[in-house]
């Protein structure tokens, strides 16, 4: 009885990997929130439990994608479809890494959901390809 209960109090070899890749992604210039609590408006359905944010450098400042397959397709607002830039958009979203499942550009900020056990230098790329979008 004694041995569980120490057991439980250890934090696990993933919990710690995650734990650190956390701290180190605050390090970088993430914001790291709870998607547990409060306004939610991600639609992916996986055990994501935390959502990464950045400030939105680019000129989208509505879009919310979600991963289907191998491509982020447009969940909402239905009329950037219909946008003159839609297609460059489409096109740069293709070349983000597939560790991402969900992404919502906002006025201020870029979050999105993506798998964490990919380690940092995947979330690496991430920022370099996020901060590197140009929408024209």
């Known amino acids: 009885m004694l041995v569980g209960s120490i057991s439980i109090a250890i934090p696990s070899k993933s919990s710690r990997k995650i734990s650190k890749l956390r701290i180190e992604a605050k390090m970088i210039g993430f914001k790291i929130s709870s998607i547990i609590y409060g306004k939610n408006n991600f639609k992916n359905k996986n055990s994501h439990s935390v959502n990464y944010q950045i400030t939105n450098t680019t000129k989208l400042r509505e879009g919310h994608f979600i991963r289907d397959k191998n491509s982020l397709i447009l969940y909402s607002p239905v009329k950037l479809k219909f946008s003159d830039n839609f297609q460059s958009i489409e096109k740069q979203l293709k070349n983000l890494s597939e560790s991402i499942d969900e992404i919502i550009f906002t006025e201020s900020y870029i979050y999105f959901l993506w798998k ?21």
Not at 116 to 136: H, Q, S, V, Y
């Open 116 to 136: 964490e056990l990919d380690g940092l230098e995947e979330l690496k790329n991430i920022d370099e390809a996020l901060r590197n979008l140009k929408f024209f």
